[in-house]
């Protein structure tokens, strides 16, 4: 008897383990969901209005994927940081995300002087997939090309080398035609002064000044002092919303002329608000613009519900959007939630020999059917349908636009194809 009753209890204490054992792998599989993506947003600093209206935009697309079923099975989940407009604590709260947590993709930053910090120091170092919606600098083509991002880094903006000679083109063709420039000390400003000052030369235009200034002073006087120097007709501001409505209200004060050409981040109602509507009448601008589909119209409609009554129309907003759909169906794509098959599968999700799949709960359940079905798709955003290069790279129009009555009007669009004829002329 005695046993039989040590036979039974090793029996039942087996029996205990084996159940143990199965629960440990059931909840080690059911950890895996949700997938937790890292984004690194300015959601404060002077540019902590892109970075809050792109966070909602990834949220969005995010949401809109989990309603379409999921990617492998699980909700995407967008864990969060704010960097603070500052490379260095982009830089901390990046490493956190790879390096602890172990994201296999982080989505920001919006501007260049926190994603290029971000991709040396963190993302290419580690292998881990890295998009930008709207950090236009050269320099991050340029690292593509001496192979140091190893294929990792994405971005869903075109870069200022074209968008400075689209700004060039503009200027001349408003009839400013010598102006001064005031510029942010960093390196999307510094990149963004050669590129329009070649083009803006080349096409005849005469640069009185070039003053770059360091961000958030209490005061911008002595640089405002330095840039009317030459006697411009105008001021050509490559700024963020807040330190930009500083520099312009100087500017004003001072006696400057009241046409000013904006880069794509002073298209912003906080900066209008804040310099006064009656004094930007003759306020232009270029941004990274669009070719609408069904997904612009989508994301127009229900943007604002989502977001909290953040406008369609806030700089990086759009391109947020396309960033977050793309990270998402190329998980789906990979068919694991592994960096380099994600890499891998970027370029396949906007294949353009795929069937086109637009922005939305139903789109994406399309789209992850066909996926499942070893079928191609070809994912047209918000900003259009898009292809990357080999160095991560998009091409695309050029969004013209003004300011008038208060509101940031669309006047035109020049295309990719215009700006490449431009930059072949100038090289002639």
Same mark, same amino acid.
Do not use: C
């Given at each position: 008897m005695t046993a039989i009753r040590t036979a039974r209890a090793l029996a039942a204490r087996t029996a205990a383990t084996t159940l143990i054992a199965l629960g440990t792998i059931a909840g080690a599989s059911a950890a895996d969901c949700p997938i937790e993506i890292?984004?690194?947003?300015?959601?404060?600093?002077?540019?902590?209005?892109?970075?809050?209206?792109?966070?909602?935009?990834?949220?969005?697309?995010?949401?809109?994927?989990?309603?379409?079923?999921?990617?492998?099975g699980c909700d995407l989940v967008a864990d969060t940081r704010d960097s603070q407009s500052q490379g260095t604590v982009a830089v901390d709260q990046a490493n956190q995300l790879v390096n602890v947590k172990k994201v296999p993709v982080v989505i920001g930053g919006i501007i260049s002087s926190v994603s290029l910090p971000i991709l040396?120091?963190?993302?290419?170092?580690? %292998?881990?997939?890295?998009?930008?919606? *709207?950090?236009?600098?050269? $320099?991050? @083509?340029?690292?593509?090309?001496?192979? +140091?991002?190893?294929g990792y880094f994405f971005?869903?903006?075109?870069?200022d080398a074209l968008q400075g000679t689209a700004a060039a083109k503009y200027a001349?063709?408003?009839?400013?035609?010598?102006?001064?420039?005031?510029?942010?000390?960093?390196d999307f400003g510094v990149n963004m002064v050669k590129e329009f000052s070649s083009a803006y030369e080349a096409l005849g235009g005469e640069i009185t000044s070039?003053?770059?200034?360091?961000?958030?002073?209490?005061?911008?006087?002595?640089?405002?002092?330095?840039?009317l120097e030459g006697d411009p007709e105008a001021l050509y501001l490559m700024s963020y919303p807040v330190d930009g409505a500083t520099i312009a209200r100087a500017w004003i004060s001072q006696g400057g002329p009241q046409k000013f050409l904006l880069n794509d981040g002073m298209n912003s109602t906080d900066f209008i608000e804040a310099v %006064?509507?009656?004094?930007?009448?003759? *306020?232009?601008?270029?941004? $990274?613009? @669009?070719?609408?589909?069904?997904?612009? +119209?989508?994301?127009?409609?229900?943007?604002?519900?989502?977001s909290g009554g953040i406008d369609p129309s806030a700089p990086a907003a759009d391109r947020s959007y396309d960033a977050g759909a793309i990270v998402g169906l190329a998980i789906a794509k990979a068919g694991e939630v592994d960096s380099a098959a994600i890499r891998d599968a970027?370029?396949?999700?906007?294949?353009?020999?795929?069937?086109?799949?637009?922005?939305?709960?139903?789109?994406?359940?399309?789209?992850l059917g066909l996926i499942a079905e070893g079928k191609p798709i070809k994912y047209e955003g918000v900003i259009g349908p898009v292809e990357f290069d080999q160095y991560g790279d998009i091409s695309g129009p050029f969004r013209l636009w003004?300011?008038?009555?208060?509101?940031?009007?669309?006047?035109?669009?020049?295309?990719?194809?215009?700006?490449?004829?431009?930059?072949? %002329?100038?090289?002639?």
């Open positions: 890292g984004m690194v947003m300015e959601l404060t600093g002077p540019a902590g209005q892109y970075g809050q209206a792109g966070a909602k935009s990834v949220e969005m697309a995010f949401r809109d994927l989990n309603e379409a079923g999921g990617v492998l040396t120091s963190v993302t290419a170092p580690a %292998g881990v997939v890295q998009v930008s919606p *709207a950090s236009s600098s050269p $320099s991050l @083509t340029a690292m593509g090309r001496e192979g +140091k991002t190893g971005r869903t903006i075109t870069s001349m063709d408003q009839g400013l035609t010598k102006l001064a420039i005031i510029n942010v000390n960093n070039v003053t770059p200034y360091n961000e958030r002073q209490a005061s911008y006087q002595s640089e405002v002092t330095a840039a %006064g509507a009656k004094y930007l009448e003759e *306020a232009y601008g270029t941004s $990274s613009g @669009t070719t609408e589909t069904a997904s612009t +119209k989508y994301f127009y409609e229900n943007y604002g519900a989502m970027i370029p396949a999700v906007v294949d353009p020999a795929g069937e086109p799949i637009y922005a939305g709960p139903e789109e994406f359940k399309k789209a003004k300011i008038a009555g208060g509101e940031v009007t669309t006047v035109g669009q020049m295309s990719a194809e215009d700006v490449a004829a431009i930059k072949a %002329g100038m090289a002639k």
